[in-house]
């Protein structure tokens, strides 16, 4: 699976959109883009994924740049509770399944 | 919605015991994963099985095992315990839904090892 580039933090005030940046400069054609967070000690909570094009469900918006090299996770409306380390990763859905955490970024919320 | 269950949650031995933690899939759900999480560490994937074959195999020490049952339950089976197992070990689940397509994977509680 290819590698993503994350920044280690980010702080956001309360009621605004965070956006989280990841690049993924070596994704190939069949890995898809997931996004997971965890909240401190717990289980790691999906979030959105995609493939090429943009995503949106409850919890986030995810944007996709056109030659798939980068992607931009949003949270609209930032709560204190989104405080939590977001992890980008790709993935191919065929063959080996696991995923690769890298070092995600660590979100702040700030009232 | 029915989640990953993991149990125990807690669990505290002494070095060179062993223990067993169990994993309880998303109903339908038919791959397990187990992944452990060192203290200020990110997960890292140790296995993973599929219809009770094991699928894939990451960084597991060799005095760990782990098995998937019939009922898709799996178990994480740790000897020798050494100081450095104290980890947090997560199960996650996902389902084949179609020839080597695996769904998205989530993720259980978590079961907190501390060993002594």
């Known amino acids: 699976d290819a590698k993503t580039t994350q920044p280690p933090s980010m702080d956001c005030a309360e009621g605004r959109a965070a956006n989280l940046p990841c690049n993924h400069s070596t994704i190939s054609g069949n890995e898809y883009v997931y996004w997971y967070r965890q909240i401190h000690s717990q289980g790691p909570q999906y979030i959105i994924h995609?493939?090429?094009n943009n995503e949106t469900n409850e919890m986030a918006s995810l944007i996709i740049t056109e030659d798939r090299k980068s992607s931009t996770l949003i949270l609209p409306h930032a709560t204190l509770r989104d405080t939590a380390v977001y992890y980008c990763i790709v993935r191919d859905r065929t063959g080996a399944n696991n995923l690769f955490f890298g070092t995600g970024t660590r979100l702040t919320v700030i009232p | 919605a029915a989640g990953v269950i993991q149990s125990p949650r807690h669990l505290i031995k002494e070095k060179r015991e062993t223990a067993t933690l169990k994993c309880y899939p998303i109903p339908r759900h038919d791959t397990v994963y187990w992944y452990q999480q060192g203290p200020g560490q990110d997960p890292q994937f140790l296995i993973s099985?599929?219809?009770?074959?094991?699928?894939d195999k990451g960084s597991i020490p060799d005095r760990f095992s782990a098995q998937q049952f019939s009922d898709y339950h799996s178990e994480l089976n740790m000897s020798s315990l050494e100081l450095g197992d104290s980890a947090l070990y997560f199960c996650?689940?996902?389902?084949?839904?179609?020839?080597?397509?695996?769904?998205?994977?989530?993720f259980g509680p978590g079961t907190r090892l501390t060993v002594l």
């Open positions: 099985f599929y219809e009770k074959m094991q699928s």
């Open positions: 995609g493939l090429k």
């Open positions: 996650a689940s996902s389902r084949e839904t179609g020839t080597y397509i695996t769904d998205t994977q989530y």
